[in-house]
């Protein structure tokens, strides 16, 4: 097995844990493993869910966000 496609060690998740963790390095490390040529395919494949999760979250922010403002705006209106 090449260092690629091993099965990643509870120290090698650790580390990644620990690495996502830290705010602003987080975002970065998560493009880069994501979309990076080289590295584990265990950890490109977790960040890549992790980034497709934090997508479709996202949106969901932004519908619920848009629904409460235009509620608060008919209530303001009727009032």
Known sequence: MTPDTRPM?????????LVLAIPL?????YLVWAFGST????????C????????ILFGFAIVIALFGGLATLMAASAA
């Open 9 to 17: 060690t509870v120290g090698d998740w650790m580390i990644t844990l």
């Open 25 to 29: 390095v987080n975002l970065i490390m």
């Open 39 to 46: 590295g584990n395919q265990n950890r490109k494949t977790f």
């Open 48 to 55: 890549q869910a992790s980034l497709i999760w934090f997508l």
